[in-house]
């Protein structure tokens, strides 16, 4: 079991919370992530490690409320307990070297970014954040991005807070206007990472993308997280979740996205396990 030692709203549908696993906080890294369930009926649900504080002893997630499985989460408080915490997985980010770097985040993925930001600030690069929501009712991490950043730019869809426009269109500027990057990180929606891709791929700056498919595992063995990077497959959960951005067949990560939407949608949907574990009771 493992406790959950703080729990903070972002926004109406954010949440950020701190895991009590000592472990998974002394190993844990960038890029790396978890997979967690709420109880012995819970489905498993992959989340990137937002931060770790070793001293204490506990791993940093945040998780947007869109299924019964977070939604359940969602509703634990401090001092309670979920039942699994698995981790580290994945392959760290590979972020050393960098003289300046631009992270990009669209949405609930600025808080897959936000890691990024901070270990490349701790290696001492120049770093530049540009993150991009909705509106200004949804900006999560400013705080936090300010500290890790030299430059923060904010963008809303609708212009309601910091800059109007995409995270695409400030990127395309700042690269118009003669800035130099080693490397950018780009993490959200798969068309704004294919964007970005499209921007930096004709300048050759190396770009390096988080890949989200569909995950069970986490461990290589259940081949739900398939993506195409060279022409090659590639298991998400082991080979990455980090790949060059050059490399990734964006149009076949966003079909395999799409296979199981229905069932996504379908809120009202119970598991024959449970049905089968409230049989029992009665």
């Not at 609930?108 to 530049?128: M, Q």
């Not at 921007?199 to 890949?211: A, E, H, M």
């Amino acid at each position: 079991m493992f406790k959950i030692v703080k729990k903070e709203k972002l926004n109406d549908d954010v949440t950020r919370m701190a895991i009590e696993a000592p472990l998974i906080a002394e190993k844990g890294k960038a890029g790396q992530f978890i997979i967690f369930r709420v109880d012995e009926l819970g489905e498993r649900i992959p989340l990137t490690i937002a931060g770790t504080n070793k001293d204490e002893g506990t791993v940093d997630i945040i998780f947007q409320t869109i299924g019964k499985g977070t939604r359940v989460l969602a509703n634990k408080e401090e001092g309670e307990y979920i039942l699994d915490f698995v981790g580290p997985l994945g392959i760290p980010s590979a972020l050393e070297g960098h003289k300046r770097a631009c992270v990009i985040g669209g949405g609930v993925g600025t808080a897959i970014a936000y890691p990024s930001a901070v270990e490349l600030h701790n290696l001492g690069s120049e770093v530049d954040v540009i993150v991009g929501f909705r509106n200004k009712d949804i900006v999560i991490l400013e705080d936090e991005f300010r500290a890790a950043s030299d430059n923060l730019y904010m963008m809303t869809d609708d212009g309601s807070y910091g800059e109007h426009g995409f995270v695409t269109k400030k990127l395309e500027d700042l690269l118009e206007a003669g800035v130099e990057y080693d490397v950018i990180v780009a993490i959200g929606p798969v068309p704004m990472m294919k964007a970005v891709v499209e921007l930096t791929k004709p300048k050759g700056i190396k770009t390096l993308v988080s890949l989200n498919p569909i995950m069970v595992d986490g461990t290589g063995m259940c081949g739900c997280c398939r993506v195409v990077v060279d022409g090659e497959l590639k298991f998400a959960c082991v080979d990455g979740p980090e790949f060059d951005g050059f490399e990734v067949d964006f149009d076949d990560l966003t079909r395999r996205n799409r296979t199981y939407i229905a069932e996504e949608e379908a809120r009202d949907h119970e598991c024959r396990a449970e049905l089968a574990a409230k049989k029992a009771d009665q």
